[in-house]
């Protein structure tokens, strides 16, 4: 009888102990899906952003507010994501960790198409890290020193790819681009550098991707400074660097700030908006676009501007307010 009680003790406890063991993979095989699908869904977003793009012109206020975002949203989801890199999810890892690459990529190809077509100061630095143990000291001593250089200068971007991996075969088209042979190399503005650099020839290089050469401004004989203080120019919806950069476009009346863009709907890709918005259309044509308008639009109070220089713009959710414009 004694024995029989110790039995049904320890298979009580086995099967306690095998419940909560369950119980902890079921919400942490969650989790871990959740992080995946969620670079599922970036990756799509991209490709509907180049779709956009291909049909319509550069919309420099959309590009860099979405830089924004999926850096954002990318930062988190790798936090995230290396929690598992260790554990029995090991297998899965990889998979997920090649989708948070592709990502980081398409966000650089943004990047680099917000820095010509659209003056951004954004200042991107590609960073080629070991997974394993060959680069431990080297490579902690740059990612202190790019950390540091983060946090003083908030412009800079860094893009982290792993060196010849055999995981992440696609990252190589990177290393291949700019002759990258070892671990613990940047590449800053198509310049390589595969050793410690001091911050200030880091700065010089990271200081020529800015300067103010705007490719869509005619006047060639127009030098601006690179002080980034952004109009938006709402004949064409496109943001200049500044005032300067905009008079030497031809723009004679201006709106401060970037210029502002509410979230698109309808398209090829069918978008939807959110439950408390619609989408208004530009046309009664098959896929047309449009933007999504809130059901709850507040009612702004008139203004008085200079000039009586006064019109009206949608705001991020889609609801029309009136703003002073500027001219040069």
């Given at each position: 009888?004694g024995?029989?009680?110790?039995?049904?003790?320890?298979?009580?406890?086995?099967?306690?102990?095998s419940?909560?063991?369950?119980?902890?993979?079921?919400?942490?095989?969650?989790?871990?899906?959740?992080?995946d699908?969620?670079l599922?869904?970036m990756?799509?977003?991209?490709?509907?952003?180049q779709?956009?793009?291909?049909?319509?012109q550069?919309?420099?206020?959309?590009?860099?507010?979405?830089?924004?975002?999926?850096?954002?949203?990318?930062?988190?989801?790798?936090?995230?994501?290396?929690?598992?890199?260790?554990?029995?999810?090991k297998?899965?890892?990889?998979?997920?960790?090649?989708?948070?690459?592709?990502?980081?990529?398409?966000?650089?190809?943004l990047?680099d198409?917000s820095?010509?077509?659209?003056?951004?100061?954004?200042?991107?630095?590609?960073?080629?890290?070991s997974?394993?143990?060959?680069?431990?000291?080297e490579c902690?001593?740059?990612?202190?020193?790019?950390?540091?250089?983060?946090?003083?200068?908030?412009?800079i971007?860094?893009?982290?790819?792993?060196?010849k991996?055999?995981e992440f075969?696609?990252?190589?088209?990177l290393?291949?681009?700019?002759?990258?042979t070892k671990?613990g190399?940047?590449?800053?503005?198509g310049?390589?550098?595969?050793?410690?650099?001091?911050?200030?020839?880091l700065?010089?290089?990271?200081?020529?991707?800015n300067k103010?050469i705007?490719?869509?401004v005619?006047?060639?004989n127009?030098i601006?400074?690179?002080?980034?203080?952004p109009?938006?120019?709402?004949n064409?919806?496109k943001?200049?660097g500044?005032?300067?950069?905009?008079?030497c476009?031809?723009?004679?009346s201006?709106?401060?700030?970037?210029?502002?863009?509410p979230?698109?709907?309808?398209?090829?890709?069918?978008?939807?908006?959110?439950e408390?918005?619609?989408?208004?259309?530009?046309?009664?044509?098959?896929d047309?676009?449009?933007?999504c308008?809130?059901?709850?639009?507040p009612i702004y109070?008139?203004l008085?501007?200079?000039?009586?220089?006064?019109?009206?713009?949608?705001?991020?959710?889609?609801c029309?307010?009136?703003?002073?414009?500027?001219?040069n």
């Open positions: 009888m024995k029989s009680i110790y039995i049904v003790a320890l298979v009580a406890t086995i099967t306690l102990f419940l909560i063991f369950f119980s902890i993979n079921s919400i942490e095989t969650q989790r871990f899906n959740s992080i699908n969620d599922k869904n990756i799509f977003e991209y490709q509907i952003d779709l956009y793009s291909d049909f319509n550069t919309d420099c206020g959309y590009i860099n507010s979405s830089i924004l975002k999926k850096s954002e949203i990318l930062q988190n989801l790798n936090s995230k994501l290396e929690n598992y890199k260790d554990n029995f999810f297998s899965d890892y990889y998979g997920t960790k090649k989708n948070l690459l592709l990502v980081n990529m398409f966000i650089l190809n990047v198409k820095i010509v077509e659209c003056k951004s100061e954004i200042k991107p630095i590609l960073y080629f890290y997974e394993d143990d060959s680069c431990t000291i902690e001593s740059l990612e202190v020193q790019l950390d540091n250089l983060k946090s003083v200068y908030p412009e971007r860094i893009f982290a790819f792993p060196y991996f055999k075969e696609f990252t190589q088209i290393e291949k681009k700019y002759n990258v671990s190399t940047l590449v800053i503005n310049k390589t550098f595969d050793s410690i650099q001091t911050n200030e020839t700065l010089k290089e990271l200081n020529s991707i103010f705007d490719n869509n005619n006047n060639s127009c601006c400074t690179m002080e980034y203080a109009v938006c120019d709402l064409t919806n943001t200049y500044n005032k300067c950069a905009a008079k476009d031809g723009v004679t201006y709106l401060s700030g970037e210029c502002i863009v979230k698109m709907c309808g398209g090829i890709a069918g978008l939807p908006c959110d408390n918005s619609y989408c208004k259309l530009d046309g009664n044509y098959p047309a676009s449009g933007i308008i809130s059901n709850d639009c109070s008139s008085l501007c200079k000039n009586n220089e006064i019109t009206t713009i949608y705001d991020l959710n889609g029309q307010k009136p703003v002073c414009l500027e001219s």
